[in-house]
């Protein structure tokens, strides 16, 4: 077919062509992007539900394998329980001896006499007492001999032995005691 047209209306048949064409390719990749945003936001949403599920999946699995191990875990407990009754009969047997050292202090006349070492130990073939072993200087014989009265007065102790020996001097006495709590 041969086209009568004139140049000029060629021309711009030409160029509405184009305009057509780049309109309608233009308004095809608008549309086709926002096809493409919207299956990229469903696969997202879609992408952060599987990995919750995941997630849920993971913690379900790890608290069953804590439940199969439940009965190694109520062995270990049953040992702790076991241990820890030890710990409490053994904690019946314990003597403050804090207290005989306070009991002490409280009858120690100031100035008088004064105490060099304290020694606590167990009485030999008593499992039950312990012994407070002082050894100290008295100013005086008297002074000595009424601090042994004020402790025996005290009720903490059971027996209170003074060798013969620290009452030889009348002053500056060197004297150890035994106390049994």
């Known amino acids: 077919m041969i086209n009568l047209l004139p140049l000029k209306n060629k021309k711009e048949r030409n160029r509405e062509f184009l305009r057509r064409l780049i309109v309608v390719l233009g308004l095809g990749f608008f549309f086709l992007a926002l096809v493409e945003i919207v299956l990229l936001l469903a696969l997202s949403s879609l992408a952060d539900?599987?990995?919750?599920?995941?997630?849920?999946?993971?913690?379900?699995?790890?608290?069953?394998?804590?439940?199969?191990?439940?009965?190694?875990?109520?062995?270990?407990?049953?040992?702790?329980?076991?241990?820890m009754a030890v710990f409490q009969e053994n904690e019946k047997k314990i003597?403050?001896?804090?207290?005989?050292?306070?009991?002490?202090?409280?009858?120690?006349?100031?100035?008088?006499?004064k105490i060099n070492s304290f020694l606590f130990d167990a009485l030999e073939g008593k499992k039950t007492s312990l012994k407070l072993s002082l050894e100290g200087r008295a100013d005086t014989r008297k002074g000595?001999?009424?601090?042994?009265?004020?402790?025996?007065?005290?009720?903490?102790?059971?027996?209170?032995?003074?060798?013969?020996?620290?009452?030889?001097?009348?002053?500056?006495?060197?004297?150890?005691?035994?106390?049994e709590l």
Do not use: C, R, W
């Open 49 to 83: 539900y599987y990995s919750g599920n995941i997630n849920e999946q993971l913690l379900f699995v790890k608290k069953f394998a804590e439940t199969k191990s439940l009965a190694k875990t109520e062995t270990e407990i049953q040992n702790l329980n076991d241990l």
């Open 144 to 179: 000595l001999m009424d601090f042994v009265e004020d402790l025996k007065s005290e009720k903490y102790f059971k027996d209170i032995k003074l060798p013969i020996s620290s009452l030889l001097t009348e002053k500056d006495v060197n004297f150890s005691l035994m106390l």
């Open 95 to 113: 003597y403050l001896v804090s207290g005989g050292i306070l009991e002490v202090l409280k009858v120690l006349p100031p100035g008088q006499v």
